[in-house]
């Protein structure tokens, strides 16, 4: 049933509402700004703009901003925008095609009295003539605007490792640890993992139409898969079995569970399983199974020692897990598992 | 009997915006863009009749219109379009073929939706904007029943109603009368009252 309530308490928290209901008839200019902000870091990481950034929304700008001491550059694409040298840029797209590039800290209430301004000084503003709109961060993402998608499952792994697992960028995965250096995971880590890919999932994956998660009531070791993805028009389901290896503590404190090879492997042969029985469901889908581990191995580690060297922190860094049977070579629905090394806090970067 | 000139617009019209924005158009996200554009366009004072094509449900519960399918695949088919198995782009073609439908007096105020629709991955990226779609209040009444039902109808519609009069309080109160702000607080709104329910099983 419909909740006025709801939509009023999403719309107080709403940005986009924010900033349109500012702009006192300039609405039209905020979706070619986004798109502007999102073109530019197509071509380069927010990371690397150290000096900060400023787009204006349109070529309404102040004459005060043309004056040749301050261009830097006439651009012809956003392609040459990396070469520019790492100080405060401001950016207009002209109507002609291409960009001018001053290199002033702009006076921004002589900017905004013109034109909607965006800033990203590490992170996002919207900035009118009496406000600014400072946007939510996301862990991991240099900005809002510069958070990849991907077409395919594959595809996003890599990223999902890369930006959310490497390091615990994602908010759940930093506070699954037991201990700051990230040497021992905190008790029943499992469900922080599934729900950490499966929000992953949901803002990077293109094209899906329904991304299930299992209830957290499936305990047994007969439960449904972890995360199953079915796409709407192609007929393909991914179903996505998550493991965990390493030391993960117990409610009192006092000992680990510790997982290594065969845990991986008594999930490949679960995935298998599932798989077959899934067939008869499912018979007009192309169904692929993914084996993902969450690695947090550390030697040497335990309940009562967390003083690792590094070399024994990241002692399984490039160690593969040992699968026998290797089901990726034995069936075509089952795909090579996927392997997320989760490092600890070492001297060494 | 072949595709609609509306979905073919529509068709051709998604494909180029979604690639401008990310890339390549998976078809499952014209489909699913093209539902909310037609929802907007119902807000808005349009009838279901007058959008041009009809949406109904795949087996998994998502919106998906024959005509649009059809006019992919024509579009494929005369180079209008690129295709790599489920993805879309729009070729020089299919550039100049846009160009001169968009010019045409019969779209009218059609490109706005299409572009309000196609606009919430701005804001919110596509897969949360289409995944949020996916809990338009007649697709949660399909979803898991596996057989393919109208959408749109008159009890869909209804469904529908109580959404609109909420938008249009907030679009008032708040002073955005702008079709991309409404689009995108109804699927921040959508997505956040499935996230509340998924809580409370």
């Known amino acids: 049933m419909f909740s006025f309530e709801l939509l009023q308490e999403v719309a107080e928290h709403d940005w986009i509402q924010t900033i349109q209901s500012g702009t006192h008839g300039g609405e039209e200019s905020l979706p070619p700004l986004l798109e502007f902000v999102r073109s530019v870091f197509d071509h380069v990481a927010p990371e690397r703009l150290t000096g900060g950034l400023t787009l204006l929304a349109s070529s309404n700008f102040p004459d005060a901003l043309g004056d040749a001491d301050h261009t830097l550059a006439q651009l012809a694409e956003l392609a040459d925008l990396p070469f ?49 709109v400072s946007l939510p961060e996301i862990p991991g993402f240099g900005s809002i605007f510069s958070i990849p998608t991907f077409m395919t499952l594959d595809e996003a792994l890599l990223d999902y490792e890369r930006t959310h697992v490497r390091h615990s960028g994602c908010p759940l995965l930093a506070a699954n640890w037991d201990d700051d250096d990230r040497i021992v995971l905190a008790n029943k880590p499992e ?60 409610p009192e404190k006092t000992a680990t569970t510790n997982w290594k090879d065969p845990r991986a492997n008594s999930g490949a042969k679960q995935l298998s399983d599932y798989l077959d029985s899934n067939k008869e469901y499912t018979p007009s889908h192309h169904v692929v199974g ?21 070399e024994e922190a990241l002692q399984y860094l490039a160690v593969e897990i040992n699968y026998e049977p290797k089901y990726e070579e034995l069936r075509p629905d089952f795909a090579p598992p996927v392997r997320l090394f989760m490092r600890p806090k070492t001297q060494v970067a | 009997m072949g595709p609609t000139s509306e979905a073919v617009f529509d068709a051709l019209h998604m494909a180029k915006r979604v690639d401008e924005l990310d890339g ?40 998906y219109a024959g005509d649009l399918h059809d006019a992919l695949s024509n579009l494929a088919a005369s180079g209008h379009l690129q295709r790599d198995v489920d993805v879309y782009r729009p070729t020089q073609p299919g550039l100049d073929t846009h160009e001169r439908l968009r010019a045409g007096w019969r779209l009218g105020e059609r490109p706005r939706y299409l572009d309000a629709a196609a606009n919430t991955g701005l804001a919110l990226a596509t897969p949360v904007a289409t995944g949020a779609v996916m809990h338009e209040p007649q697709l949660r009444t399909a979803a898991g029943l596996a057989r393919k039902r109208m959408l749109l109808d008159e009890a869909g519609l209804a469904l529908l109603d ?34 509340q329910k998924s809580t409370d099983v």
């Open chain 1, 290 to 310: 993914y084996l993902v581990v969450f690695d947090a191995r550390r030697a040497g580690a335990s309940a009562e020692n967390r003083e690792l060297s590094d």
């Open chain 1, 191 to 250: 469900s922080s993992m599934r729900r950490s890919l499966e929000q992953y999932l949901r803002a990077a994956l293109r094209g899906y139409g329904l991304i299930e998660l299992r209830p957290e009531q499936n305990v047994d070791e007969s439960h449904p898969i972890d995360i199953k993805v079915t796409w709407s028009v192609t007929n393909r389901i991914a179903l996505i079995e998550i493991k965990w290896i390493g030391q993960s503590i117990n």
């Open chain 2, 24 to 63: 390549g158009a998976k078809e499952s996200e014209v489909h699913v863009l093209a539902y909310l554009a037609c929802i907007l366009f119902i807000f808005d004072g349009g009838s279901v009749a007058s959008w041009g094509y009809v949406f109904s449900t795949t087996s998994t519960g998502a919106p």
């Open chain 2, 162 to 195: 109580p959404h609109f009069e909420g938008l249009r309080r907030i679009s008032d109160e708040n002073n955005t009368p702008d079709l991309f702000s409404t689009a995108v607080l109804w699927l921040r709104y959508l997505q956040a009252d499935a996230d």
């Open chain 1, 84 to 132: 520019l040298h790492p100080q405060h840029l401001v950016l207009v797209a002209r109507e002609q095609g291409d960009y001018l590039v001053w290199n002033t800290q702009p006076d921004d209430a002589v900017l905004t009295a013109h034109t909607l301004v965006y800033r990203f000084d590490g992170s996002d503003h919207f900035m009118l003539p009496d406000l600014t």
